[in-house]
């Protein structure tokens, strides 16, 4: 069946039950918007230009700061009205050289990459026995007085699932709260197996964070393939295991950063804003495709559908978010000098470029009609109906915690920590298709959300 | 059906015919060996420790010397007569520091690695403009005065397929050849887009040469990744890209390598002899495992089962070459101390741990019944009829120069090329499933080729 067959089939079905509180959304207007977006190269190219002329963009290093510089004229170019960097400073660490090599019992190297906020080894680096942990729980249980003076290596393995369950806890404990309990333990330094789902000799690096008086140790992610030679190594043979660790990062004190607006004004100026958003900085080891160039390509995308067709009723304020990677920096300066209550809604989208699947909504029980709505409205996009108490995305986090309402557009995560905080995050990854039906999702959200196009 | 009931489905057919000129070969006795084959580990067991704990092994270096006593101890353990090296000296060239940074338009950092025999960077590095080609002939069809004093950069892609066609040529032209002649048309460097399939940021090495009188520049593979990365900022905008290169490979003069010959001692000492093959060495960046820690596994365990079930008529030659991947030092060495007229067939496995698809034969017309017999033995494993006067196996081409008859059990390079050279060719790549069905090949071969086993 053709797409143009299909929505003639869609269009011939009983009308979506339109609640009052939802505006009147025909559904001609909305499979004529979706088929649109499908079509729209929009979100590709601004993801394209993006990567290829910015590239990894660390937050508080200058690289970000061209980023930012690239944002404003794009958003200028795209036709968006009040585009603008608010800036904040932040505390700014970066890499430097990285290393490991077993030296016994069997000489050889293995690929890591240093977390972020990880100390750094004397510049010659360290040699220390290896004492290596199944996973977080197998340490914490082992006796400190092991781990003293030691490298400590914890392996777990991240199942692959669609919604990157376990990505945080319990899976993640290694890379979050991993090294800081090491370092109180007086461990040397820590090595982790990445906190990811591929089996490329391309390490997940990703934020670390130390306790006020605990001194940062050097904390590293293995490549899944080394953290599986090296678990081999300590298993299968009983003599110690020595390593020779070298990583050269530093913290380079307060640097400038900044979060990116733009705007579609609404025509009603007193009605509350629904914020679309992402973050605009990356890891420093990739062009920052997956995480999170897509996302600011797909919000952006959609909002510029929404202005073609017409003027909203609300104001859409697009947030591209700086430094989310290195401790939401950005999100958190932003709820500083905005109010939370200001917000219709707040969705950001961070979690790839693969196809929306589920939508979850925390909007209230008031509300519940226009959640249903929306889901009504993105059934045909192949949406599943999600939690109607949910919601996620980091940096709009601290805006909900102020009484923004949320809701989430729900992506694909398979192969999503494939390529999360690795090297691997490249715009060779893109399923074209696929980002184009994320725009078609957030063009519907918008619809629904932003009131009437007139 | 399970195996069992498969295999007495098979010993119902009518017997294969088996030519006066091959021994008797019982189909029972045929389909148990194979079935024993499809059940034993010892190739696994082979790769998983000499990847444990040799790791890479670059053939003139310290590592294949650690590499060598490990093949010396294993093979002995295993069982096998007359187990020795035989030393040769080679010329050795040892990987330093890699880095390449885009300057202009668009600052960044691409990944790449140095070719083996690269020229080196000044150690600060060099910093050149980037003159881009989509293939070797437009880089050859370019004027010479274009190219003088800039980073030539060739990209093309080489297509997936079962078989590793076009491998060496076209598609391996921009490594194998390109540097000599960007050399000697002056350019100050050369990059290419890695001769592989997959898109991971693992580039991938091998080796390149420079005529007599042609002095090396510095040559190396960019990642998939980065060579469409490069290309795109050379495509699509109107300015010169500046490149810095950072690369200090050293040639360190003669070194030691050798090769690991073991045997299974045939019943008749003045029978030709059957030689089974891999290469020991492996590139510095991986602990070689399908390149080409398999082969050497594959062809071991199988001369084991044969020597489980009895002695041959001929003499079985284990030999696990050195220093391929850098020049086909040891293959050449054998080739001079050897006669290859003593052999009755030889052949290498040298592409991988995937399957055994295909059987191609160059025994000549004479021999065409034994070729004949060898096909129908394989059969059962899902193994192809392949062509009468083709075979191949790096190492074993000098020995076939002399007049070796030789054969090949072909394997599925379907993903051959998505970790070769690169360092993704870890332990966790292999299907040990398929790693058996290749030693129940290499057992079948042995079976018709050395000889009645009592």
Same mark, same amino acid.
């Given at each position: 069946m053709?797409?143009?067959?299909?929505?003639?089939?869609?269009?011939? @079905?009983?009308? =979506?039950?339109?609640?009052?509180?939802?505006?009147?959304?025909?559904?001609?207007?909305?499979?004529?918007?979706?088929?649109?977006?499908?079509?729209?190269?929009?979100?590709?190219?601004?993801?394209?230009?993006?990567?290829?002329?910015?590239?990894?963009? @660390?937050?508080?290093?200058? /690289?970000?700061?061209?980023?930012r510089?690239?944002?404003?004229?794009?958003?200028?170019?795209?036709?968006?009205?009040?585009?603008?960097?608010?800036?904040?400073?932040m #505390?700014?660490?970066?890499?430097?050289?990285?290393?490991?090599?077993?030296?016994?019992?069997?000489?050889?190297?293995?690929?890591?990459?240093?977390?972020?906020?990880s100390?750094?080894?004397?510049?010659?680096?360290l040699?220390?026995?290896?004492?290596?942990?199944?996973?977080?729980?197998?340490?914490?249980?082992?006796?400190?007085?092991?781990q003293?003076?030691?490298?400590?290596?914890?392996?777990?393995?991240?199942?692959?699932?669609?919604?990157?369950?376990?990505?945080?806890?319990?899976?993640?404990?290694?890379?979050?709260?991993?090294?800081n309990?090491?370092?109180?333990?007086?461990a040397?330094? =820590?090595?982790?197996?990445?906190?990811?789902?591929?089996?490329?000799?391309?390490?997940?690096?990703?934020?670390?964070?130390?306790?006020?008086?605990?001194? #940062?140790?050097?904390?590293?992610?293995l490549a899944?393939?080394?953290?599986?030679?090296?678990?081999?190594?300590v298993?299968?043979?009983?003599e #110690?295991?020595?390593?020779?660790?070298?990583?050269?990062?530093?913290?380079?004190?307060?640097?400038?950063?900044?979060?990116?607006?733009?705007?579609v #004004?609404?025509?009603?100026p007193?009605?509350?804003?629904?914020?679309?958003?992402?973050?605009?900085?990356?890891?420093?080891n990739?062009?920052?495709?997956?995480?999170?160039?897509?996302?600011c390509?797909?919000?952006?995308?959609?909002?510029?559908?929404?202005?073609?067709?017409?003027?909203?009723?609300?104001t =859409?304020? =697009?947030?591209?978010?700086?430094?989310?990677?290195?401790?939401?920096?950005?999100?958190?300066?932003?709820?500083?000098?905005?109010?939370?209550?200001d917000?219709?809604?707040?969705?950001?989208?961070?979690?790839?470029?693969?196809?929306?699947?589920k939508?979850?909504?925390?909007?209230?029980?008031?509300?519940?009609?226009?959640?249903?709505?929306?889901?009504?409205?993105? /059934?045909p @996009?192949?949406?599943?109906?999600?939690e109607?108490?949910? /919601?996620?995305?980091?940096?709009?986090?601290?805006?909900?915690?102020?009484?923004?309402?949320?809701l989430?557009?729900?992506?694909?995560?398979?192969?999503?920590?494939?390529?999360h905080?690795?090297?691997?995050?490249?715009?060779?990854?893109?399923?074209?298709?696929? @980002?184009?039906?994320?725009v078609?999702?957030w063009?519907?959200?918008?619809?629904?959300m932003?009131?009437?196009?007139?």
């Amino acid at each position: 069946m053709t797409r143009t067959l299909a929505l003639a089939a869609l269009a011939a @079905l009983p009308l =979506i039950a339109t609640p009052a509180a939802a505006h009147d959304l025909e559904r001609e207007e909305l499979f004529a918007a979706q088929h649109n977006a499908m079509q729209d190269d929009t979100a590709w190219e601004i993801l394209r230009d993006l990567t290829t002329e910015v590239g990894p963009r @660390l937050g508080g290093t200058p /690289a970000e700061a061209r980023a930012r510089a690239w944002a404003v004229e794009q958003l200028t170019a795209l036709g968006f009205a009040n585009v603008r960097v608010e800036d904040y400073m932040m #505390p700014t660490w970066v890499r430097g050289h990285e290393r490991a090599h077993i030296l016994a019992p069997f000489p050889q190297e293995l690929v890591l990459t240093a977390l972020g906020n990880s100390g750094a080894t004397p510049p010659e680096g360290l040699t220390a026995e290896v004492v290596g942990y199944h996973d977080y729980q197998a340490f914490l249980d082992d006796d400190p007085s092991n781990q003293a003076g030691k490298i400590v290596f914890i392996s777990n393995q991240m199942p692959r699932n669609m919604d990157g369950s376990g990505y945080s806890m319990p899976f993640g404990a290694p890379r979050w709260v991993g090294p800081n309990e090491a370092a109180k333990r007086g461990a040397a330094a =820590i090595v982790v197996r990445s906190i990811g789902t591929d089996n490329n000799r391309t390490p997940h690096t990703g934020n670390t964070n130390f306790e006020d008086g605990v001194t #940062p140790i050097p904390a590293a992610a293995l490549a899944v393939p080394d953290a599986e030679q090296l678990m081999r190594i300590v298993n299968r043979y009983d003599e #110690p295991v020595k390593m020779h660790l070298l990583l050269t990062p530093r913290q380079i004190g307060e640097q400038p950063s900044g979060n990116v607006i733009a705007e579609v #004004p609404g025509r009603d100026p007193d009605a509350k804003k629904v914020m679309v958003a992402c973050h605009l900085d990356s890891w420093d080891n990739a062009p920052g495709v997956f995480d999170d160039g897509a996302g600011c390509a797909i919000t952006a995308a959609a909002a510029k559908q929404i202005m073609e067709m017409g003027q909203p009723e609300r104001t =859409i304020e =697009i947030v591209w978010f700086g430094a989310e990677e290195v401790g939401l920096w950005g999100a958190r300066a932003f709820a500083e000098a905005h109010d939370g209550t200001d917000y219709h809604v707040v969705a950001e989208s961070d979690f790839g470029a693969d196809r929306v699947w589920k939508v979850t909504t925390d909007l209230g029980e008031e509300r519940k009609a226009e959640a249903d709505a929306l889901r009504a409205a993105l /059934a045909p @996009l192949g949406i599943a109906s999600g939690e109607y108490d949910r /919601a996620g995305g980091a940096d709009v986090g601290p805006l909900r915690a102020e009484g923004a309402p949320g809701l989430s557009l729900r992506q694909d995560g398979t192969r999503y920590f494939d390529l999360h905080h690795t090297s691997n995050d490249t715009l060779d990854k893109v399923d074209p298709e696929q @980002l184009r039906q994320n725009v078609a999702a957030w063009t519907t959200m918008l619809m629904v959300m932003a009131g009437p196009v007139e």
